[in-house]
């Protein structure tokens, strides 16, 4: 079992940045990667940055050059920058971890909200 507690969400002007933290409890031995994804209102939860455990990153081409993965293994924790934040960028923001042979694990969200 994998527990995952995310935050650092709140409301930002255009233009502006935050950064989420996501922090991973439980077997943490066992995740591959992890993940934030997000879901705005009325659309499907979509992949935005995902790091594996060798440190590889990847990101949804939305968000390239203004978000970044990164990862503190001491402290359990992922994190997600998110620098020059658009409206659009505007949903709730999901931690994810992958575990082979199981279902992923998610967190509760943490609302991100962007004003124009």
């Known amino acids: 079992q994998v527990q995952l507690v995310e935050s650092g969400g709140g409301l930002v002007q255009a233009g502006g940045y935050l950064r989420l933290s996501c922090v991973a409890s439980g077997s943490i031995f066992s995740i591959n990667a992890m993940g934030w994804y997000r879901q705005a209102p009325g659309k499907q939860r979509e992949l935005v940055a995902v790091?594996?455990?060798?440190?590889?990153?990847n990101y949804a081409d939305s968000v390239k050059g203004r978000f970044t993965i990164s990862r503190d293994n001491a402290k359990n924790t992922v994190y997600l920058q998110m620098n020059s934040l658009k409206p659009e960028d505007t949903a709730v923001y999901y931690c994810?971890?992958?575990?082979?042979?199981?279902?992923?694990?998610w967190g509760q969200g943490t609302q991100v909200t962007v004003s124009s």
């Open positions: 994810n971890a992958v575990v082979t042979g199981w279902p992923d694990y």
């Open positions: 790091i594996t455990s060798g440190g590889s990153t």
